[in-house]
């Protein structure tokens, strides 16, 4: 089957700091991924669609010059989150998807990473 | 818009009982619609897909598109189906997927 991957699992940074997050398709190429921030015992909230090649397109809301998200290939997109802030502690989920080969419509998570920030 | 409704957050129901986890969604189009569940400590996956008809797990989940529900069900609940269950539908050309907010499914023993 289809495996995401996202590292690191576990981030923990000081305010101001700038941490990068990455996810990888393993085994298919992900012309789509998405970011998702995940508040304790709440839903999934998009954050933003990472097309391979272009730039990103984000959700209401979603400061992208605090979020950057980079598509540079098939297999790989980053979440940089830009002089961290306490605030910005919570786990942060990427999805792939891709409309080719057998996984049309699928969405294949990565394990998600928590960040806390100091 | 696209919305997905799963009106409740908690559901609990003993072991052997059915279970009906509820979704409703809005969308102009057609929708494709999943249930994706998450274990403890585990990441989302994929359940099971409309089109796709089957049963999952012991779990099915039927289209109505007049009453614009979706909702997965089980007649007999077994403890390892405790979980977050996210409802989910599919649009703009698999370029965006709305979720609902999750119902947390507890089987008690």
């Known amino acids: 089957g289809a495996v995401v991957s996202q590292h690191p699992s576990w981030v923990i940074c000081k305010s101001g700091t700038s941490v990068k997050i990455e996810c990888r398709s393993l085994?298919?190429?992900?012309?789509?991924m998405f970011w998702y921030r995940q508040f304790p015992k709440q839903s999934l909230m998009l954050m933003a669609t990472?097309?391979?090649?272009?730039?990103?397109?984000?959700e209401q809301g979603v400061e992208k010059d605090k979020f950057l998200i980079n598509h540079a290939s098939l297999t790989l997109s980053t979440l940089t989150v830009t002089s961290a802030h306490p605030e910005d502690s919570s786990f942060y989920i990427c999805s792939a998807t891709s409309p080719r080969g057998p996984y049309t419509g699928e969405l294949f998570f990565g394990e998600g990473s928590r960040l806390t920030v100091l | 818009a696209q919305r997905v409704t799963q009106p409740e957050k908690l559901l609990s129901v003993f072991k052997g009982a059915p279970v009906e986890l509820k979704c409703n969604y809005s969308y102009s189009g057609s929708p494709e619609l999943f249930w994706y569940v998450q274990y403890s400590r585990q990441r989302l996956q994929l359940l099971l897909r409309?089109?796709s008809r089957e049963s999952i797990k012991g779990f099915t989940a039927d289209l109505n598109k007049g009453e614009t529900s979706f909702h997965l069900k089980k007649p007999f609940a077994q403890e390892e189906d405790s979980a977050m269950y996210y409802c989910?539908?599919?649009?703009?050309?698999?370029?965006?997927?709305?979720f609902g907010i999750g119902t947390k499914l507890q089987v008690i023993p």
């Open positions: 409309h089109i």
């Open positions: 085994d298919f190429q992900a012309t789509t």
């Open positions: 989910a539908l599919n649009s703009g050309g698999y370029q965006k997927v709305t």
């Open positions: 990472s097309n391979e090649g272009s730039k990103a397109t984000y």
